[in-house]
């Protein structure tokens, strides 16, 4: 069984997974406005990881004899004033969710919960590819310093991309 105050941080996660999916999907219907499809198409994968990171979870938690309570969902943003400033503010957020892990990290070790901490160790480690997947995005985005060819081969690679589900337990 979870200890109460572990499971209610988890269960707050897997609401806080769904609301990072949302706002992935928010970020790829901007790129689908503004004529970028492969940077929506890039959102959207990531809008498919979220959902996996809160069944990930949402699993652990029933396995574990918790209970999944869902919550409202807020609105996600409308709009970014640039595309730019919409990777700018997925990484804002995924170090907002690094955080969070982190926190619940620190409490299951308080708590002597090796199994959370075994299960929180890959959320750690995806942790650490999101940021740098979307930093490596910004600074190609810097570099390209809004040339239209560069910016047109740039989505067109980020339309390749594909959801690939981690195998079990890795
Ligand atoms: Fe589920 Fe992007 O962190």
Known sequence: MLKKNIEK?????????????YIYLAMAAYCDDNDYP???????????????????????????????????????????????????HALEHEQLVTGRINKIMTAAIKEDDHATRSFLNWFVDEQVEEEANVDGIIKRLKMLNGSGHGLFMFDKELSTRTFVPPVKGA
């Open 38 to 88: 492969g940077f929506a198409n890039w959102l959207k994968i990531q809008w498919e990881e979220e959902i996996f990171h809160a069944m990930k979870m949402y699993s652990y938690v029933v396995e574990r004899g918790g209970k999944i309570v869902l919550n409202k969902i807020d609105a996600p943003p409308k709009s970014w004033k640039s595309l730019i400033a919409v990777f700018e």
């Open 9 to 21: 941080m988890i269960v707050d996660q897997v609401n806080f997974e769904i609301y990072s999916a």
